[in-house]
């Protein structure tokens, strides 16, 4: 079993929607969990941390994390084109970072 | 300007050839990671170091070697033993501990043929 799974998409919304992001993890000892927004051919980027239940926001950014179901998202409000990237969730397990293969994202004008 | 820099961003070795991949940070950040990318995947840990002389074996070491002379540095040796060494390399950098956000460089996409 992988320790982060997330959709590999892709996951297709039209500028101004909402995209939805979601990544589950399998280590219920897991405390802090992370997104990344990675461009074709570039490095990971990070965009949110979050640590405890409930949302966090950040501009057009929301991350939410629900420990109980080990389930978190990430609600991208006002899509743009820019927006299109592949977006991994990444756990934190005792220093050690545990990646999903990521969900890429295409924002239609 | 605080960051990880990385060199080179391509590198082209023969099979059978060792490769060393530089990695500098001056984000005074204890902790260094070395991960590896292979296309449509997420990134797997090589190797993770804590503080200077001092480094742990991630979940795919087997076939590279790491050293942690100094707290700017961590550079990566991908030697002939690593079966599959084609691949998009990345190293980070964060402070020590648990929880704490880690930063990527730019990385280096190394082919070997």
């Not at chain 1, 320790?3 to 993890?25: D, H, K, M, R, W």
């Not at chain 2, 980070?92 to 043929?113: C, H, I, K, N, W």
Request: hydrophobic share 30%; proline share 5%; with cysteine.
């Amino acid at each position: 079993q992988k320790e982060v799974e997330q959709n590999s998409g892709p996951l297709s919304v039209p500028e101004g929607a909402i995209a939805s992001l979601n990544c589950t993890y399998s280590d219920r000892v897991s405390q802090s969990f992370f997104w990344y927004r990675q461009y074709s051919g570039k490095s990971p980027e990070l965009i949110m941390s979050i640590y405890s239940n409930g949302d966090k926001e950040d501009g057009r950014f929301t991350a939410q994390l629900n420990k109980a179901s080990q389930y978190v998202s990430l609600l991208i409000r006002d899509s743009q084109p820019s927006d299109s990237a592949t977006y991994l969730c990444a756990v934190d397990n005792f220093n050690k970072f545990y990646f999903g293969s990521g969900t890429k994202l295409n924002v239609k004008p | 300007d605080g960051g990880i820099t990385q060199s080179p961003k391509y590198l082209f070795r023969k099979e059978g050839q060792n490769v060393t991949l530089s990695c500098e940070q001056n984000l005074n950040h204890d902790a260094m990671y070395w991960y590896r990318q292979d296309p449509g995947q997420g990134l797997r840990l090589i190797y993770y170091s804590q503080i200077v002389n001092d480094f742990q074996k991630g979940d795919i070491a087997e076939g590279y070697s790491v050293s942690r002379e100094k707290k700017e540095s961590f550079p990566l040796t991908v030697t002939s033993a690593q079966k599959n060494p084609t691949a998009f390399y990345l190293c980070a950098s964060s402070e020590a501990g648990t929880a704490y956000e880690q930063y990527f460089g730019p990385g280096t996409r190394l082919t070997v043929t």
